[in-house]
């Protein structure tokens, strides 16, 4: 059977504890200062560690364990993202926790489910869609300018 990176805890004890601290926000500096570290030197020394390829292992091991106990995955985020942004645009009506709908008089006096248009979490909602099926693929230019007689010439006064 073959083992995964990141899967044996730490030597360090103070390093395994950062990373179990660092799951907790995501937050280098605070899970530095959890794990023992000074909060003047928490920053600095904890932003070197945290770059350190067997830190990034054990951190990304934790993740997808704690990932797989609570179900998450790409596919429970987009339909959570889905759900939000048809909610949001009222395409969904609001409900309570147990998932009934909630209802509100309508402006002619009769009963009816509420919708509430909630602009910002419809476009940040199909913000993140969209980027997760690469339609807003940022594109870059580069321009590069090479005098190639002189990258010759240097070669060959090279050899």
Same mark, same amino acid.
């Given at each position: 059977m073959t083992k995964h990176a990141g899967a044996d805890s730490l030597k360090d004890d103070r390093h395994e504890l950062f990373c179990q601290e660092y799951l907790k926000d995501l937050n280098i500096t605070q899970a530095g200062i959890r794990a023992g570290y000074s909060t003047k030197s928490a920053k600095q020394h904890c932003s070197k560690l945290f770059a350190k390829p067997e830190i990034q292992e054990r951190i990304a091991y934790l993740k997808e364990i704690r990932m797989n106990e609570l179900g998450l995955d790409a596919y429970y985020v987009l339909k959570n993202l889905k759900s939000i942004a048809e909610r949001c645009m009222q395409?969904?009506?609001? &409900?309570?926790?147990?998932?009934?709908?909630?209802? %509100?008089?309508?402006?002619?006096?009769? %009963?009816?489910? !509420?919708?509430?248009? #909630?602009?910002?979490? !419809? &476009? #940040? !909602?199909?913000?993140?869609?969209? #980027?997760?099926?690469?339609?807003?693929?940022?594109k870059k230019k580069i321009n590069v300018e090479v005098d190639l007689m002189s990258e010759l010439i240097d070669e060959l006064s090279e050899e």
């Open positions: 395409a969904e009506a609001v &409900t309570d926790r147990e998932g009934n709908p909630v209802y %509100i008089e309508g402006p002619d006096g009769q %009963i009816q489910p !509420a919708y509430v248009f #909630k602009e910002q979490g !419809a &476009t #940040k !909602a199909n913000e993140l869609i969209g #980027k997760h099926i690469g339609m807003f693929v940022e």
